[in-house]
C-alpha cells in the first residue's frame, strides 16, 4: 500500500495536505459549517467559506483553529477526518503515518490537543514538527548543516520567526499577529475613516488586491461596497494603496519588532551567516506586497520570498515524514 506518509499543515486560514510521492494535494480554507440545532456538518473547507458572514440563524461558519491553536476540538478532529479522506480517497486500507505541523510557541497541552485529535482523525502515528523548521525544509534550505537560517512564516493566526542551525531552532519567537490581523487592522480602518462597515472577506479581497507595506511609487485603487455606519445603507467607496500601508503600519511594526528581539537574542557566529545569506520569509501573510523591502529597510539584512511560500511549511511537514521514514528504515 503507497502514500501512507501524510504532512498536513494545519493553518488558522487554511489547511494543506502533501502525501509522500504526490505533492501537495489538497489546499482548502480551515473552515466548517454546521447547524447548531442538530449539531450536523453541512460543509466544510471552501464551501464553508464561502458562507462565512452570510448565515442564517441556525447555521454557523466557523474557524475551529484560532491563531494556530485548536479552539473547536470536536468540529477540528471532523474537518481532519475529512481532508485526511478527501485527500486518500476511498483505497485507503492501512491508517496513515502523520506529521502536523504547529507554531513554535504552543504549550506541551495544545500539542496533545493536535495529536489527540489527529490520531481520532485515523492517523497510525503522528509526529508534530514546528512551523519554522517545516517552512525551512520546504521552501529548500539544508537545515542539517552547521549555518543559520532565519525563517519568519507569516500565516494566518501567527508569524513565527526563528533562527534554525544543525536541523533544530537556535532562537525563536511566535506572535499571534498575521495575515487575519492584517484583515482587522483593514476592516477597523474602513470603519474610522470611511464610516464603511466591512466583513472579513471584504478585508482579505483588499489585502490580496492593492494591499502593501511599504510606500510603492504607483499607487493602486479599487472600490470597496460596505454598510455606511451613519446612514445603515449599503455604500462604495474608493481605497487606494496607501491608505493600506497606513491600516497595516501597526501590524507589521509589530512583526519586524519580533525579528529584531529574535536577532538580539542570535549568536554572533549565526547573525554573520543570517546577514550573508539573508532573511527567509513564507506562510501565506509574506505575500503581502512591499513586505520584503519593508524587513530589508528596517534590518538592513536582504529579505526574500520562497518559492511557493504558501505550500512551503506543508511541503516541509511533508518531506520531515520522509526524513523520519528514511532515519526509521536505517535503524
Known sequence: ???????????????????????????EPSVVAYDRDTNKIKAIGEDARLMLGRTPGNIMAVRPLRQGVISDYKVTEQMMKYFIQKALGKKAFRKPRIAVCVPSGVTEVEKKAVEDATLQA???????????????????????????NMI???????????????????????????GDDFDEALVRYMRKKHNLLIGERTAEDIKIKIGTAFK?????????????????LPKTVTVSSE???????????????????????????????????????????????GLEDLICEKTGINTMTAEDPMTAVAIGTGKYVEFLAGYRDEI
Not at 4 to 17: N, R
Not at 263 to 271: R, V, Y
Request: proline share 3%; glycine share 14%.
Open 243 to 289: 491608505e493600506t500601508e497606513e491600516a497595516l503600519r501597526e501590524a507589521t511594526a509589530q512583526i519586524i519588532e519580533t525579528i529584531h528581539s529574535v536577532l538580539e537574542k542570535t549568536p554572533p557566529e549565526l547573525a554573520a551567516d543570517i546577514a550573508d545569506r539573508g532573511i527567509v520569509l513564507t506562510g501565506g501573510g509574506s505575500l503581502l506586497r
Open 1 to 27: 500500500m503507497q502514500y501512507t506518509d501524510i504532512g498536513i499543515d494545519l493553518g488558522t486560514a487554511s489547511i494543506l495536505v502533501y502525501i509522500r510521492g504526490r505533492g501537495v494535494v489538497l489546499k
Open 216 to 232: 510603492r511609487s504607483e499607487v493602486d485603487y479599487m472600490d470597496v461596497r460596505g454598510r455606511n455606519l451613519v446612514t445603515g
Open 122 to 148: 485515523g492517523a497510525r502515528e503522528v509526529s508534530i514538527i514546528e512551523e519554522p523548521i517545516a517552512a525551512a525544509i520546504g521552501a529548500g534550505i539544508d537545515i542539517s548543516k552547521p549555518c543559520g
Open 152 to 178: 519568519v512564516d507569516i500565516g494566518g493566526g501567527t508569524s513565527d520567526i526563528a533562527v534554525i542551525s544543525l536541523g533544530g531552532t537556535v532562537v525563536s519567537a511566535s506572535i499571534k499577529i498575521a
